[in-house]
């Protein structure tokens, strides 16, 4: 999801975002850990984790500026 997509989403909808990417990147860090194969592919971690933080971002821009 694009910057300009996650601007124009209420801040209930990124903050529902947020818990769901939470959710899968935890899920996938345990299966990343906890597994000798680890997952499919790993780039998918950064990629959350790259998702979670330009959603709290633009979050933290709307409390800001308001």
């Given amino acids: 999801m ?3 997509e996650i601007k124009n989403l209420s ?10 990417k939470e959710t899968e990147l935890r899920s996938l860090r345990l ?3 906890s597994t ?3 997952v499919e592919n790993p780039g998918t971690i950064a990629k959350l984790r790259k998702a979670i933080a330009q959603l ?4 933290n821009q709307k ?3 308001q």
């Avoid at 801040?11 to 769901?20: F, G, L, Y």
């Fill in 2 to 4: 694009k910057i300009a």
């Fill in 11 to 20: 801040a209930e909808e990124i903050a529902a975002q947020i818990r769901d």
């Fill in 31 to 33: 299966k990343h850990n």
């Fill in 36 to 38: 000798a194969q680890g």
């Fill in 56 to 59: 709290k971002t633009v979050a």
């Fill in 63 to 65: 409390k800001v500026n």
